[in-house]
């Protein structure tokens, strides 16, 4: 079983950048696609992007696409998120999660982190 940390959450105003992290530890996490998911407050949980298992295929939400990318580093056993550009509308708790495919749906992805948030600011 893999257990999965994020980091790097934090306040940013918009038109800024952050990039998330997500340790994993546990289980064998180069098996898994990952991904990331964001819920906002009051709305339910939202695809962002995913990555298969060697990093040759990705997918991104159509709000996310040209502004964020996602990447893995196996060897060190994370996946990140950099967020560029980031708008009001991004601020979210973003989870991040493994499965056993990469696709494009949430409900793909069996393991989740505990989520970080993330605040963008007019």
């Known amino acids: 079983q893999v257990q999965l940390v994020e980091s790097g959450g934090g306040l940013v105003q918009a038109g800024g950048f952050l990039r998330l992290s997500c340790a994993a530890s546990g289980g064998t996490s180069e098996s898994y696609a990952m991904g990331w998911i964001r819920q906002a407050p009051g709305k339910e949980r939202e695809f962002v992007a995913v990555i298969s298992r060697k990093g040759g295929t990705t997918y991104y939400a159509d709000s996310v696409k040209g502004r964020f990318t996602i990447s893995r580093d196996n060897a060190k056993r994370t996946v990140y998120l950099q967020m560029n550009t980031l708008k009001v509308e991004d601020t979210a708790v973003y989870f991040c999660?493994?499965?056993?495919?990469?696709?494009?749906?949430?409900?793909?992805?069996?393991?989740w982190g505990q989520g970080t948030q993330v605040t963008v600011s007019s």
């Open positions: 999660a493994a499965g056993r495919t990469a696709v494009p749906d949430g409900r793909a992805f069996g393991y």
